[in-house]
């Protein structure tokens, strides 16, 4: 790079046939690490070397062909990024608009990757490919399928990596190599891979906490540690690195999946340790802070996943009121919303003085309904999972 600042002065030269030898063999070094606007400069500079040479025509078509890409790469970056905020989007809202817009980004990403044979580009499409089939609920059932041709993908981009490990945006990417690896395997069901990773994750978590580029690596991997949580039941592993994020961790208010998914992840973390009023708490907190209902799908996760702590630790008025809120919401699009429909009701059954064991038994029916439901973009609540002794706390009223 240092040469590449240097290289408008060869033009002033005193030698000539120097210069050119000079920006032949940059030519080559540009090439091999695919630096497109970089190279502009160096094709620029041997056409005006060769303009009284057939070369001068030779160099001109170079540079106008390293012009058309330069602008490609940078569009795929742009749509990258795009991409991955739409993403975000999306899955605190669910609406049809959101995922067209997404649909509609990762094919103009991939017809860019397809007009050139570019390694940038190629790691640009495959990370915001594999998001895509790890993130969205419709696809995560047929990972299983396409797990070697996933981890075949980001085999090559960590070769890449270590390649060309003097470029500034593969050194300051490589670290979503092992989420890219556990986040595959972790959806596939290959729990002792997806485990191998985690391991690694945890290694360069210190990290990857502050860089705040970096959050959208860090939050999807937090959501697929949920997963992960609720194949393995393991509740030591689920919560065992939240006091360095709750510290280290910097997101922007205006980040708003980061901080919806953010807040979750540590709700989630307390509701597992029975610690049932301090999620109550993180979620009134982030709710407080947001306007959540322009984001539906994450407005109602929230305030029934705050609705179930409040059923649990007895408080009834709180448990009603947030109840009340959002049939009145929701008023309107009853079939939409069916599966929500049920939970409310599986809390007022909760809450109901009737016999205990008919109440559980009805509470138990309740939930059995509600997973049926609970299928397809208005999937909610896929985190939580009740058992026995839950269900009987709910419906206990001596709370303790």
């Known amino acids: 790079m240092d040469e590449v600042t240097r290289v408008p002065a060869q033009l002033y030269g005193t030698n000539r046939e120097f210069a050119i030898r000079a920006l032949t063999d940059l030519e080559k070094q540009l090439l091999e690490y695919d630096l497109s606007s970089e190279l502009i400069i160096v094709y620029k500079t041997l056409a005006q070397l060769n303009l009284y040479t057939e070369d001068y025509s030779h160099y001109m ?19 990258f990024y795009r991409f991955i905020h739409q993403l975000g989007l999306y899955l605190i809202n669910r609406s049809e608009k959101d995922f067209d817009d997404l649909v509609m980004m990762k094919r103009e990403l991939s017809n860019i990757s397809e007009m050139y044979d570019s390694r940038r580009l190629f790691v640009y499409y495959s990370i915001a490919n594999i998001y895509y089939q790890c993130s969205l609920p419709e696809k995560k059932e047929g990972i299983k399928a396409k797990e070697s041709e996933l981890t075949d993908s980001i085999k090559k981009i ?30 596939s069901g290959n729990q002792l891979q997806a485990d191998i990773y985690y391991q690694q994750l945890k290694a360069s978590l210190p990290e990857i906490c502050n860089r705040h580029f970096h959050n959208y690596i860090l939050i999807h991997m937090l959501n697929t540690k949920i997963d992960k949580y609720l194949t393995d039941r393991n509740e030591s592993t689920l919560a065992e690195l939240n006091s360095l994020l709750t510290t280290k961790t910097e997101i922007d208010l205006n980040e708003v999946f980061h901080q919806i998914s953010f807040a979750k992840f540590i709700a989630v973390t307390h509701f597992y340790k029975k610690e049932y009023n301090e999620a109550a708490k993180v979620i009134n907190k982030l709710r407080n802070n947001f306007p959540l209902k322009k984001y539906t799908l994450a407005d109602v996760e929230c305030r029934l996943f705050q609705a179930l702590q409040y059923c649990i630790m007895g408080e009834d008025g709180l448990c009603n009121q947030i109840i009340a809120s959002l049939r009145r919401q929701l008023a309107d699009q009853e079939q939409e919303w069916i599966a929500a429909f049920t939970f409310m009701k599986m809390l007022k059954n909760a809450l109901k003085a009737v016999d205990l064991r008919k109440k559980i038994k009805r509470v138990q029916a309740l939930w059995d309904q509600f997973q049926q439901e609970n299928k397809g973009k208005h999937a909610i609540l896929q985190f939580v999972r009740m058992d026995d002794s839950i269900i009987r706390k709910m419906c206990n009223p001596i709370k303790g």
């Open 61 to 79: 078509k170079l540079h106008d062909k390293h012009v058309a890409y330069s602008l490609a790469v940078a569009k795929a970056e742009n749509i």
């Open 158 to 187: 960590e070769g890449i990596f270590e390649k060309y490990n003097q470029d500034t945006f593969y050194q300051n990417i490589r670290f979503i190599i092992p989420y890219l690896y556990f986040s595959v395997y972790q959806q």
